[in-house]
């Protein structure tokens, strides 16, 4: 059994920084791909980006060159600092596993993006 918990998440103004976190249990954890997913209401959950056990990187379209995923495998970890932040990055932000085949989601850590 695997647990999943986000945080960091909040309200920030266009053009700021934020830094989620996503701190997962189980001994598996350095050796699988993780990523960070977000949902709006109505639509379905997209992976925005993914980091491989070794550290390789990829990113959505819509995020590249704004965000960044790391992890530290020690603790359990991977964070998303998200820059330059835009209204369409707001969303509901979830980490899992690259593919998602941990069965069950964390609640998530909601960003929203407003003047």
């Known amino acids: 059994q695997v647990h999943l918990m986000e945080s960091g998440g909040g309200l920030v103004q266009p053009g700021g920084s934020l830094t989620l976190s996503c701190a997962a249990s189980?001994?598996?954890?350095?050796?699988?791909?993780m990523g960070w997913y977000r949902q709006t209401p109505g639509n379905e959950r997209d992976l925005v980006a993914q980091i491989s056990s070794g550290g390789s990187t990829n990113y959505a379209d819509s995020v590249k060159g704004r965000f960044t995923i790391s992890r530290d495998n020690a603790k359990n970890t991977v964070y998303l600092r998200m820059n330059s932040l835009k209204p369409e990055d707001t969303a509901r932000y979830y980490c899992?596993?690259?593919?998602?085949?941990?069965?069950?989601w964390g609640r998530g850590t909601q960003v929203t993006v407003s003047s």
């Open positions: 899992n596993a690259v593919p998602t085949w941990i069965n069950s």
């Open positions: 189980g001994r598996i954890f350095g050796l699988v791909a």
